[in-house]
């Protein structure tokens, strides 16, 4: 019988393919259903969003950090009025401090929801998504409360945040969280002990520790290969200090962990949310800061965990009312540049859990 | 001759139809001819309503699942939703790749869709209530039901798609392993009723619940929960959808299909779902067997029953991978259908039970 021929192949997955979650491309060269090599090509969604910010004041700034990373806009509204408060030496008041924490847990919540529901329907469980998404609805209209936005919220500003909450927040925030703690179950109960998820997870694209810190991997991701770092506490800002809780953190590194990982990033959360609605103080909201104040010649990086790792800004200043030079860092920009290290040698369906349970974001990759 | 449908009791205006026909005096092969296209037309009309229904009722209920309406605009409960997507899909450009091998691509579809209809030659709807009660019926059945692969493959390699041709190549392997499984279940029916013909399995079920195979100890429920695994995969619904697989492969072999063509590989698989229901209930929950009501009912009452349960298969579990189906039919299923098979060769030599 003579020998069968075969051949490696190429497939385009992306710019528009269902698992990619936005517009990321990556080349890949299968052998079969086996993939040999991924080539991840970005900068589909550049909207140059560093060079905008050159233009702007540091006020009309917040609005453009939005549009950054857009399922946890509340940290990237967070981080830039970080950097600038530390370049200009502004004291936030604790009252707005409490209410970022609060927005910033709420926002987590949210985006990890859409990682369990999306994630989930990636592997073919179409359930789950609608899921994710009821329980985010309620933290939604939360914000939609609060500051009108739904999505884009231009909420927490250079020194302090935009608005105070409305008196019906508090009852409806505990209402949320409570909804959401009791659902919790179900979401565990739909796929933590489901045969298929397990096996369509368990020991599937083991990222290991070191690779991981090579590449530049932070947050979630990492924490889920064993390394306890998260800059919530190792780097406190605002006042996560103040709050009693801990970063989870798992061993193995797979996917299962890597979504186990979020859901018990959800409980942390509520840990922290209720301790943050039982110590909110009376104060003011914002510190007087002018729409055009000038923070004096220097340079600044300023950094939050947010849902997908470290989202830094750096700012660098001349002292004129509009920043010198603005550059940001996403989480998600580093998980995608290390996963053809360990996402290949696997099926093409593998490839889609693994790019799911790193939860990667597009317009934080390309800026 | 008489009617094949045999219940000119059911439908008075079949037997006055035929009896109108044969007083044209038309010659006996050119009747027959007359009445079976006459036969294809109904069935396919049946069947086409039953398709659309089901898409219906599967929307229905991924919605209600999913803590939402479902379909809610078009009529009450949106009940003409479906009908307004076909004639949607009717009216959409039958959009053709430039690259495609035009042969394969263009009878791709139409193979899968005869291939569906194909089956309910033999599939009794009610007492009597056959278009033809061959005396190999569940082999046949088989036999066609497995065309629709070769149809998925064509549409794999004539869109000249590496998607389509992956999702192409699955399901072939797909089909192919869950096959052995699937008629090995069946076996275990055809040893104790020793007929092949679909009238004689139902019959052999007369009598009550406890003579419905399902729940006859201990070959029977493993025999149908065998079945009704390598049946999901045989129709390509998850957990086994990976030849379709949105999210690996976009949407598999139709990934270039459009309109009519989109249309027809979406029917019959809907009509696949029916198939492996209606053999279910054939063989395991006593047909059209039933109290009370007409038998067509019971049997369609049934049939929808095993439906539903595939339905919760698909809303609730996320999709194996390629290579864990595999492993699951050849280290699992085979092996389990093979040992009850055996068994149940042994009980029905021995004469013990049964």
């Known amino acids: ?367 | 001759m008489t009617w094949p449908i045999a219940t000119a009791e059911l439908f008075p205006i079949f037997s006055y139809l035929y009896e109108l026909l044969e007083s044209t005096g038309l010659p006996q092969p050119w009747l027959a001819i007359v009445v079976y296209t006459f036969l294809a037309v109904v069935m396919f009309g049946v069947l086409a309503l039953l398709a659309l229904f089901l898409v219906w009722w599967e929307r229905k209920i991924a919605g209600h699942i999913q803590q939402r309406f479902g379909p809610m605009r078009h009529g009450w409960h949106g009940w003409y939703q479906t009908i307004m997507d076909a004639v949607k899909l009717l009216q959409k450009e039958d959009v053709r790749v430039a690259t495609r091998d035009k042969p394969v691509f263009f009878w791709a579809p139409v193979i899968c869709f005869v291939a569906a209809f194909l089956a309910y030659v033999t599939i009794p709807f009610g007492e009597g209530l056959i278009v033809a009660d061959l005396n190999i019926g569940i082999l046949y059945v088989m036999a066609v039901t497995t065309f629709t692969v070769i149809s998925l493959l064509m549409a794999g390699w004539g869109s000249n798609n590496k998607y389509a041709l992956l999702g192409g190549m699955r399901s072939a392997a797909q089909v192919v392993s869950y096959e052995v499984p699937m008629v090995a279940s069946i076996l275990v029916v055809v040893l104790f009723v020793g007929s092949l013909s679909m009238v004689d399995i139902v019959q052999a079920q007369a009598g009550g619940i406890w003579n419905w195979y399902a729940f006859r100890l201990p070959f029977g429920p493993i025999a149908f929960c065998t079945y009704i695994i390598a049946a999901t995969a045989e129709a390509n619904r998850t957990p086994f959808d990976i030849p379709e697989a949105e999210q690996e492969l976009v949407a598999g072999f139709n990934v270039e299909y459009s309109g009519m063509k989109f249309a027809m590989f979406f029917l019959a698989e809907f009509v696949n779902a029916f198939t492996v229901s209606a053999i279910a209930v054939i063989l395991f929950f006593g047909g059209w067997h039933g109290a009370l009501l007409p038998s067509w009912m019971w049997f369609l009452g049934k049939t929808f029953m095993i439906v539903l349960l595939l339905m919760l298969f698909r809303w609730t579990y996320p999709r194996l991978r390629v290579d864990q189906l595999m492993e699951f039919s050849w280290k699992f299923l085979v092996p389990v259908t093979f040992v009850n098979i055996i068994i149940a060769a042994w009980f029905k030599y021995a004469g013990w039970y049964w």
Not at chain 1, 137 to 153: K, N, V
Not at chain 1, 178 to 200: F, H, Q
């Open chain 1, 1 to 367: 019988m003579p020998e069968l021929r075969t051949e490696e192949f190429q497939v385009n997955m992306g710019p528009h393919h269902p698992a990619t979650h936005g517009v990321c491309r990556m080349i890949l060269t299968m052998d079969g259903e086996k993939i040999v090599k991924i080539e991840p090509v970005i900068g589909y969604l550049h909207r140059a969003l560093e060079k905008i910010c050159e233009n702007r004041t540091y006020a009309q700034c917040i609005p453009v950090t939005d549009r950054f990373e857009y399922v946890t806009a509340m940290s990237c509204n967070q981080v830039f009025a970080m950097a600038a408060e530390r370049l200009a030496g502004i004291e936030v008041p604790e009252r707005a401090e409490y209410l970022r924490v609060i927005m910033l847990e709420l926002n987590r919540i949210a985006s990890h929801l859409i990682f369990y529901g999306v994630t989930a329907m990636d592997l073919g469980a179409l359930t789950p998504f609608l899921y994710g998404l009821r329980e985010r609805e309620a933290i939604i209209d939360l914000f939609e409360m609060t500051c009108g936005q739904r999505l884009t919220y231009n909420y927490i500003r250079v020194g302090g945040v935009a608005k105070d909450i409305p008196k019906e927040f508090i009852p409806k925030c505990h209402e949320a969280i409570d909804v959401i703690t009791e659902k919790m179950s179900d979401y565990e109960g739909l796929l933590n002990e489901n045969p298929i998820w397990l096996v369509r997870t368990k020991g599937i694209g083991v990222m290991p520790a070191k690779l991981g810190i090579d590449y530049g991997v932070s947050g979630p991701v990492l924490r889920a290969s064993g390394v306890d770092y998260d800059i919530r506490r190792d780097d406190p800002y605002s006042i996560y200090d103040k709050f009693d809780w801990k970063p989870a953190v798992h061993q193995n590194g797979d996917c299962f962990d890597r979504y186990l990982i979020r859901l018990d990033e959800i409980k942390q959360s509520i840990k922290i949310i209720k301790q943050a609605l039982e110590g909110l103080p009376e104060g003011d909201i914002k510190a007087k800061v002018s729409p055009n104040f000038k923070p004096p010649a220097g340079e600044v990086y300023a950094r939050v965990e947010n849902s997908r790792g470290e989202l830094g800004i750096y700012i660098q200043s001349d002292g004129g009312k509009k920043p010198l030079r603005v550059k940001m860092r996403g989480g998600s920009y580093c998980q995608l540049q290390a996963l053809p290290y360990f996402g290949t040698n696997c099926f093409i369906a593998d490839l889609v859990a693994i790019f799911a349970t790193l939860d990667i974001i597009l317009p934080e990759v390309d800026r």
